[in-house]
């Protein structure tokens, strides 16, 4: 990846991130920030892993798009964290238990919904395209599972430009982070490289 490809793709990513996070630190009841990010070149596997899984388990939600906007957007979570990330978000705690219920992972639906529709927005609006909205999936499971959960969903093979992005989210004394990854293959990050600076 060349140095004006990574900076073009990660200006991108930032500034759509830094806006998403302002807007839902403004209407919700914890504090969110963009707390580091990284490129790199590699395959899905490699994306997946800038989650810690110090919880084996990890949930996921995740756009597969194709056609004039070929790129995959991830939003990794640790379950364990559901009582900080539903405090952050909903303005109380869902308390955490054995296993995620069907209420938490609408609750990630949604907050993942917001913060990858707003990368793939910016994106479009770079690229002057316009896309129907997409429906972002979910899955939940250790880094094997969703890297094969990912590939049943459509993940195109190979090599791809890989932004990552850690997501702070505080509320009261409670913190937790999440990873925001976007797989972008190699055509298409080219475009992102050549588009006029502002």
Not at 74 to 97: A, N, T, V, W
């Amino acid at each position: 990846m060349s140095d004006n490809t990574s900076r073009a793709l990660l200006g991108l990513t930032e500034t759509s991130l830094k806006k998403c996070l302002a807007r839902l630190s403004g209407v919700s009841a914890g504090t969110w920030e963009l707390s580091g990010m990284n490129a790199l070149r590699g395959t899905v596997e490699d994306a997946v892993k800038s989650h810690d899984f110090t919880n084996p388990a990890a949930s996921a939600v995740y756009f597969n798009l194709r056609g004039a906007l070929p790129l995959t957007a991830i939003m990794l979570f640790d379950p364990e964290d559901m009582e900080c990330i539903s405090k952050c978000f909903m303005g109380y705690s869902f308390p955490r238990g054995r296993a995620t219920t069907p209420t938490e992972e609408v609750m990630l639906l949604e907050l993942g919904n917001i913060v990858l529709n707003s990368l793939i927005n910016s994106a479009m609006n770079a690229l002057k395209l316009s896309l129907m909205p997409s429906v972002p999936a979910y899955l939940e499971g250790d880094f094997r599972d969703l890297v094969n959960g990912l590939a049943r969903g459509g993940e195109p093979k190979g090599e791809f430009q890989i932004i990552t992005a850690t997501l702070t989210m505080r509320s009261d004394k409670r913190v937790s982070r999440s990873e925001v990854l976007a797989l972008v293959p190699e055509e298409l990050a080219l475009r992102f490289e050549h588009l006029p600076t502002a």
